[in-house]
């Protein structure tokens, strides 16, 4: 089993920069493929970006593309998603989530996730 815990969102500029982190607790974190989703108010939740567990294979959602970067250090038990050039609708709960399981990834769903960071762009 896992902890996440978010940190990193706040208040910003359009076109400013953020970055986020989720720390992970205990010792496999490299064993579990990472996510970044997001919930804007009155809206349901969106994938933003993920990374595997074995080659840190990255995809993004359309538009955070050439935007957002999604990373991992394994060695500190963190994902982060750096956020440039944000726009207003940017702005909603940021949330990481994890799962160990292939078939989950292939699904992109997961079974261990954060409470959030609120990130609010303001125009």
């Known amino acids: 089993q896992v902890q996440l ?3 990193g969102g706040g208040l910003v500029q359009a076109g400013g920069s953020l970055r986020l982190s989720c720390a992970a607790s205990g010792r496999t974190f490299s064993s579990y493929h990472m996510v ?3 919930q804007a108010p009155g809206k349901e939740r969106e994938f933003v970006a993920r990374i595997s567990r074995s080659d840190s294979t990255t995809y993004y959602t359309n538009s955070v593309k050439g935007r957002f970067t999604i990373s991992r250090d394994n060695a500190k ?3 982060y998603l750096q956020m440039n ?3 207003p609708e940017d702005t909603a709960v940021y949330y990481c989530a994890a799962t160990q399981y292939d078939s989950r990834w292939f699904r992109n769903e997961y079974e261990y ?3 959030g960071t609120q990130v609010t762009v303001s125009s």
């Open 77 to 79: 038990n963190t994902v």
């Open 113 to 115: 996730w954060g409470q």
């Open 5 to 7: 815990v978010e940190s």
């Open 36 to 38: 970044w989703f997001r």
């Open 85 to 87: 050039s944000l726009k």
